[in-house]
């Protein structure tokens, strides 16, 4: 028997007070803002509001303004300014667009012309090597000048006096060309210890052939987190294919990227992070909610066997590949993902080119689903940080290190860095000429900045990483190879991260 959408009464509810809402606000009943604080998102605790932040907003600010990055930069940071300056960043990949490793070397390039006299000694290390190698390199007192790390590890290196305090002034911003959530991520103890580079939301992504192979509406994709159930276990029902691209793999990023949309969207969170006023002090993770929302993995993984076994190792590489092979149908992922499978299909010769070209022709991305709760997104990016004198080992040259962040983190280059996979942490990049072209090369760039109303931050406490990289993959490892049960494996993790918040 074919799927039919999801009956819940809580879903119902929801988009029958949407329509109600819609009705009142026509009527002039009330007002659109009132109407809109009936509703549950994010916007509070990233600053974006489906208002201001969607489709339309976003194409009609995009090419309005001009920068002049290098006379910015100069009469902050004088041309001739000299030294050497190292700097560790997560870049591009071989599985990378090839837009992308163009436009980080065009960076490098760049930056010898702005400052001849400044050397930099640029280091791109693997996203899940990148943690480790400059938790050791601060300890030992041996980390970089400046480091660009993900939006959920900075906080650590705060705390433990690894970064160095900053004003977003010295680097010649102002707090409102940054979204409040992104400065909050590099704000601890009241202090700012970084500037965000980069911000994004994912989105979510199906192949349109497999639904149609499946007997589903390929022009509708999944509304609820029940419907992915029940879609992915159709899909592999009716033909062969694995219908959810899960991953839960122990230490990689990608993994609480792709599971907490999920355990937000039933209201439960790692700490108490998806809350109004988060106190960051207790876990959310094994109430009611939380284990509903393990059970939903649970579900897929073994009790459908709908999604590919290899979920416990997978990271979104592997995704890429099955996805690009035909071999599953629905994922998580970044604007990216439509242009590294255009790359590849560019590269690919006979049948797996022909085989690459209708993936792509049918890959279609949409919000991500609902949960009981509410429609969730990790809000990510990247933050620049200068590290402290300490974890340098010497004394940091500040005057490079400052050119270099601006460089990091202006309109041009925090749009440029990111172009394939991210939006420009600065809003001024939204007005640029770039902008204007990302909009008319990146297919559904407009879809996952449209996630951005529904953007969660991860806790800011110097505990994530270990939250979000080890306990809750390894919360998903116990409940999926049935070591634990789905509730004593939601327990097992409330345990472990209230034991760490408490050993702070």
Do not use: C
């Amino acid at each position: 028997m074919l799927y039919q959408p999801t009956r819940d009464p809580l879903v119902i509810n929801r988009r029958r007070l949407i329509g109600f809402l819609g009705g009142a606000v026509a009527a002039g009943i009330i007002s659109r803002d009132r109407a809109l604080a009936y509703l549950q998102d994010a916007s509070e605790k990233t600053g974006v509001t489906a208002e201001e932040w969607n489709p339309e907003t976003i194409r009609a600010l995009a090419g309005t303004r001009e920068v002049d990055t290098a006379g910015d930069l100069h009469a902050l940071v004088p041309e001739s300014t000299e030294g050497t300056i190292q700097y560790w960043n997560v870049g591009p990949t071989e599985a990378s667009p090839q837009i992308t490793k163009d436009l980080y070397q065009e960076f490098l390039d760049t930056w010898a012309l702005w400052y001849p006299n400044i050397t930099l000694e640029n280091q791109n290390v693997g996203y899940n090597d990148m943690l480790d190698k400059i938790r050791t390199a601060a300890a030992g007192g041996a980390a970089p000048d400046v480091a660009k790390m993900p939006i959920l590890w900075g906080v650590e290196f705060a705390a433990r006096g690894d970064t160095a305090e900053v004003t977003l002034e010295e680097f010649g911003w102002t707090a409102e060309q940054f979204w409040p959530g992104a400065l909050k991520s590099v704000t601890w103890d009241g202090k700012l210890y970084g500037v965000p580079t980069n911000n994004e939301t994912m989105a979510f992504i199906w192949n349109k052939q497999l639904f149609a192979d499946a007997g589903l509406d390929p022009e509708s994709p999944p509304a609820t987190w029940d419907d992915v159930v029940a879609y992915s276990n159709q899909i592999k029902q009716e033909t062969g294919k694995n219908g959810y691209g899960m991953v839960a793999k122990v230490n990689a990023g990608n993994t609480p990227f792709r599971f907490m949309p999920l355990l937000w969207a039933y209201g439960a969170s790692a700490l108490d992070e998806a809350v109004e006023e988060p106190t960051y002090d207790t876990t959310m993770i094994n109430s009611p909610e939380g284990i509903a929302a393990l059970q939903v993995m649970y579900d897929m993984y073994v009790r459908d066997q709908s999604v590919p076994t290899s979920a416990l190792t997978n990271t979104q590489t592997e995704n890429q590949d099955l996805f690009i092979a035909g071999e599953i149908a629905m994922m998580i992922s970044h604007p990216s993902e439509y242009v590294a499978m255009t790359d590849r299909a560019a590269k690919a010769t006979g049948a797996d080119k022909e085989r690459a070209d209708q993936i792509v022709a049918n890959m279609s991305y949409g919000l991500i689903p609902e949960g009981p709760a509410r429609r969730a997104v990790v809000f990510g990016g990247s933050n620049a940080h200068i590290m402290s004198d300490a974890a340098h080992g010497a004394p940091v040259n500040r005057e490079a290190a400052r050119a270099l962040v601006a460089a990091l983190t202006g309109p041009e280059w925090s749009l440029k860095n990111n172009w394939a996979d991210s939006n420009p942490a600065n809003l001024v990049g939204f007005e640029t000429e770039w902008m204007e072209q990302r909009l008319e090369e990146i297919k559904f760039l407009e879809v996952t900045t449209a996630m951005l109303p529904y953007g969660i931050p991860f806790p800011v406490v110097p505990e994530s990483p270990e939250v979000m990289n080890i306990i809750v993959p390894e919360m998903l490892q116990n409940a999926l190879t049935e070591t634990m049960t789905v509730e004593d494996a939601a327990n097992d993790a409330a345990e472990r991260i209230n034991a760490l918040i408490a050993s702070r």
